[in-house]
């Protein structure tokens, strides 16, 4: 009985030490289950980094993951959407370009400590993919020459639908349309383009707008763009877009394609290997690049995480100096301008030659993040000339392959904020988003209202557009109900009586136009003579530019407006072509006007900018039949190489360069036409009479081994048999002796040079 009771004894402590190591291991496993995994993420050296005092640079993504990113777009849930051209300049021959090795990948970041560990590929074999963008619940992407959208399901495409056939059409890799950025006006703008877009009911629109820029496209809060050449940093807009210039006979300069920065100065903190390094000028003493000359990617920074002095920064991509620059904006009434913001120093710049920051974006979390193409050849077969070629040989530049990175920037003394999924957000919260102090997030929600097209929202927009006090609310409210086609003549006629906000009733103002009828002309005629008894400036401005609409119901009525305002700024510029513009199409009543009321202009500019646009309208050139040549070789050379910064037209690209139309470089003697051509020309030029101060250099195609003397004869001829009534003619002989006429230092012509 002793034995059997110990050995019950025995058994059941066995039973209980069972349990508890049972109950233990369970334990364990839910702790060890439930503790977030990590991941070891490669870790890339900054050392050779610098960045301005108070910030940090960090590393958001790299290789292995990412390949050449040269694009990048965060989804609803803040996760990283990456384009990478891996087929560009993989060697210096540019072997390879053509591949289908191109692809759009999702980042993610599963341990959630701020660098991603698992990238997973949403498209795959594209050939030189450029561009993409979050909009109406899919994406948008670039794969010259398509635009295409595709809705995504499970991170996975589905439907999709060709946009546009001839999105980048013409031109090399460096030369074609980009961008793909939603503006407040709820239409999707591009660099290096004339064309905007988007999607209404279903149906894809494509609309012309203003040709801007080359790399790279961003907006400010109230709403102008920005973008840039190679050669010039900042360039921008001083009114919203759309707004001017649409006068069909007449092409104003005073407010769009405006040079912000006064000088094109770039600090590298070595000596740099840039395309035309042997040009005077171009390196100083110690080879350090002394201008720009691949400025591309700008942002202006709207987010909440640098600091108040910081917003509305302008930030630039410097990729040939391995450098991030920053200007600081100042506005002053409409015009708009730029300067340095540290004196000879950068914001980010490295000893790195790896190191290409192509693009810049503003993030869900208020920071900004630095897409780095990380690729030693920077520079395109089509233009690269011999000298740099060796020196990327040289350098063993061309090894730089395989890799890349997206950099984050944070303020060090800034709390990290998490990242919210603004998909998961109710109507109200979204509508509350709108007054929220970082820029992605009230964009973002601007386009998810819009897409979603709730009514709920009406009634809440309303409430902020009259009841807020934050300005930049009240036009993301403003142009959310325009994008659901709820916006009111009413509630606009409301804002333009109530407002106080210059910002708030400029947009009112580009808004109501729209919205003319007869019946609404005297309601509207009283609220622009109230305006105008404002003395404001800006609001002026918009009002001389928003005038057709009404002008066309009732011209009569108008006129007199329009008189007095541009009385009111005789000799600005500006003003008189945001008259001209609102004169479309009723030009010879105004004159009429002028004439019957006795009404003096000849001290007034508008006086030339109307006598100029009338002869225009009454002799209007025929426009040239570039159909007819389109299949000749001459004209396909052109369209891809000439064309992207002369225009297909032949009528120029402001800060890009000049008119090819009246060019006497075209019209004149064909031996300096050839020269040019082959050796190519440097700025400043004269054109039919006009000085083109352009800081950038046309390249010369002798050093390409892929142009023959047959391709040059051909520019030639289609050049002469477009843009000029007599010219002389020449041969290939001839062609191959000027090869060797080359210009005095071995770098580009001089117009003095030439013309002597």
């Keep these: 009985m002793i034995f059997q009771t110990s050995l019950l004894k025995a058994i059941f402590s066995k039973i209980v030490s069972y349990k508890f190591q049972f109950f233990y291991l369970i334990a364990f496993i839910l702790v060890v289950g439930c503790k977030q995994k990590s991941f070891d993420e490669p870790k890339i050296p900054l050392a050779s980094y610098q960045i301005e005092d108070g910030f940090e640079l960090q590393v958001a993504v790299s290789e292995p993951l990412i390949e050449a990113p040269v694009a990048m777009d965060f989804d609803n849930e803040g996760r990283m959407w990456v384009v990478e051209m891996k087929g560009y300049m993989r060697n210096l021959q540019g072997i390879g370009d053509e591949m289908p090795n191109g692809v759009i ?21 594209l050939i030189l993919p450029r561009a993409i963008a979050h909009v109406y619940g899919g994406l ?29 059409d013409g031109g090399n890799v460096e030369h074609q349309p980009n961008g793909l950025m939603m503006h407040l006006d709820n239409w999707i703008y591009n660099a290096k383009s004339k064309f905007r877009y988007q999607r209404k009911k279903g149906e894809w629109l494509k609309e012309k707008t203003a040709f801007r820029g080359q790399w790279g496209i961003t907006k400010d809060n109230f709403g102008r763009l920005y973008y840039n050449t190679n050669s010039v940093q900042l360039i921008g807009d001083y009114v919203l877009p759309n707004t001017t210039n649409k006068n069909l006979n007449y092409k104003g300069s005073a407010l769009q394609n405006k040079r912000l920065t006064p000088n094109q100065r770039v600090f590298p903190l070595h000596a740099t290997s840039v395309n035309r390094g042997y040009v005077k000028g171009v390196l100083d003493k110690d080879s350090v690049l002394v201008n720009v000359t691949s400025a591309c990617g700008p942002l202006i920074y709207t987010g909440d995480n640098f600091g108040s002095e910081f917003i509305e920064n302008a930030f630039i991509c410097a990729p040939e100096a391995n450098a991030v620059k920053r200007n600081i904006l100042t506005f002053e009434s409409f015009i708009v301008k730029a300067r340095q913001a540290i004196p000879k120093k950068e914001f980010i710049v490295s000893t790195d030659e790896g190191f290409r920051p192509v693009n810049l ?79 992605w997030l009230r964009d973002r929600a601007q386009q998810l209202l819009v897409f ?131 004169l479309r199409g009723i030009e010879d009543g105004y004159k009429l006007y002028l004439d019957e009321e006795n009404i003096d202009i000849s001290e007034n500019k508008l006086d030339v900018i109307l006598g100029e646009t009338l ?33 297909f037209n032949g009528e120029g690209i402001e800060q890009l360069a000049p008119p090819l139309e009246n060019s006497e470089y075209v019209t004149g003697s064909t031996k300096r ?84």
């Design 105 to 125: 990948s999702i980042m993610e970041d599963l341990d959630h400590d701020g660098v991603a560990d698992h990238s997973k590929i949403f498209l795959d074999s």
């Design 615 to 647: 002869i225009n309208k009454q002799d209007k050139k025929k426009k040239r039949n570039v159909t007819k040549a389109s299949n000749t070789s001459g004209y396909k050379i052109f369209r891809n190489f000439c064309a992207t910064c002369h225009g």
């Design 673 to 756: 036409l050839t020269l040019v051509l082959l050796h190519g020309l440097a700025g400043p030029v004269h054109v039919n009479g006009k000085l083109y101060e352009l800081n950038g250099t046309m390249p010369g195609l002798a050093n390409n081994p892929a142009f023959t003397d047959l391709d040059i004869l051909n520019i030639i001829s289609y050049l002469q048999s477009t843009f000029s009534k007599d010219s002389e003619s020449i041969n290939l002989d001839q062609i191959k002796a000027l090869r060797n006429v080359k210009p005095k230092g071995g770098g580009v012509y001089s117009e003095k040079e030439l013309l002597n």
């Design 361 to 439: 974006n503003n993030g869900p979390d208020g920071n900004m993040y630095v897409v780095d193409m990380h690729r030693g050849i920077l520079q395109d077969k089509v233009f690269l000339t011999s000298y740099l070629k060796n020196q990327y040989a040289e350098k063993k530049l061309d090894t730089i392959i395989g890799m890349g990175r997206i950099l984050r920037v944070i303020n060090k003394q800034s709390v990290p904020k998490e990242i919210i999924n603004i998909e998961e957000l109710s109507v109200s919260e979204l509508v509350d988003l709108l007054s929220h102090k970082n820029g």
């Design 452 to 582: 979603k097209n709730d009514p709920a929202a009406i009634s809440l927009l309303e409430n902020v557009i009259f009841d807020s006090r934050n300005k930049i609310a009240k036009v993301h409210a403003l142009h959310t109900l325009n994008g659901m086609q709820a916006l009111s003549f009413n509630t606009l006629e409301r804002v333009l009586k109530l407002e106080n906000e210059s910002n708030v009733i400029c947009h009112a103002l580009v808004l109501v136009e729209s919205h003319a009828t007869r019946s609404r002309l005297p309601l509207m005629l009283e609220i622009i003579e109230e305006l105008t008894g404002k003395d404001n400036p800006e609001v002026d401005l918009y009002i001389l530019n928003t005038l057709n609409g009404w002008g066309q119901i009732l011209s009569e009525k108008v006129f007199p407006i329009l008189s007095k305002l541009s009385e009111k700024y005789t000799d600005n510029l500006a003003y008189q072509e945001s008259a001209i513009n609102s």
């Design 140 to 168: 948008l992407y670039a794969e010259p020459p398509m635009l295409w959208f595709v809705d995504i399901k499970d991170d996975k495409p589905e439907n999709k639908i060709l946009v546009d056939s001839s999105y980048a």
